[in-house]
């Protein structure tokens, strides 16, 4: 039972990883960390 449950949860997190990358590679999310790593770096 435990290796079923360790199986599920590795892929409950790829799962949220692969939605995080998709989230943090849009343009608009992109456009908005650059703009604070510009206001940070001046």
């Not at 079923?4 to 892929?11: I, K, Q, R």
């Not at 998709?22 to 999310?29: A, D, I, P, Q, W």
Request: glycine share 8%.
């Amino acid at each position: 039972m435990n290796t079923a449950e360790y199986a599920v949860g590795t892929l409950a997190a790829v799962a949220f990883a692969g939605i995080l990358l998709k989230v943090l590679t849009s343009g608009s999310v992109q456009a908005a960390l650059t703009a604070v790593i510009d206001r940070a770096l001046k």
